[in-house]
């Protein structure tokens, strides 16, 4: 069963970059679709981003695109989340989820398009 178990969080300035890091345990994810998502307090959960099994396409929400890269390195079975330009709305419990497809498809934004998730982990960007 797959176990997943994101880290790499922290407080930062803004401006500032962080990498988060989403390890998978009890299974590859060579042929899972994961994805990263966001939930700040007081709000809905959103979708951030998600790299696909097939060829590592990408999608990324119109807040982040342009600051935030998804990643994978199946040799770690490890997918990454390079956050830049960090700003103050972007501070969130952050969380990877995953789904033994190819591909992320059009819903991938989407809580309902995955089914596993990991615990999270905080990012706070703040002066």
């Known amino acids: 069963q797959l176990h997943l178990v994101e880290s790499g969080g922290g407080l930062v300035q803004p401006g500032g970059v962080l990498r988060l890091s989403c390890t998978a345990s009890?299974?590859?994810?060579?042929?899972?679709?994961v994805g990263w998502f966001r939930q700040a307090p007081g709000k809905e959960r959103e979708g951030v981003s998600c790299?696909?099994?097939?060829?590592?396409?990408?999608n990324y929400a119109d807040s982040v695109k342009g600051r935030f890269t998804i990643s994978r390195d199946n040799a770690k079975n490890t997918i990454y989340l390079q956050m830049n330009s960090l700003k103050p709305e972007d501070t969130a419990v952050y969380y990877c989820?995953?789904?033994?497809?190819?591909?992320?498809?059009?819903?991938?934004?989407?809580?309902?398009?995955?089914?596993?998730w990991g615990q999270g982990t905080q990012v706070t960007v703040s002066s």
């Open positions: 989820a995953a789904r033994p497809v190819r591909s992320c498809g059009s819903t991938w934004y989407t809580r309902i398009f995955y089914d596993t």
């Open positions: 009890g299974s590859t994810l060579d042929y899972y679709a």
């Open positions: 790299i696909s099994s097939s060829d590592g396409s990408t």
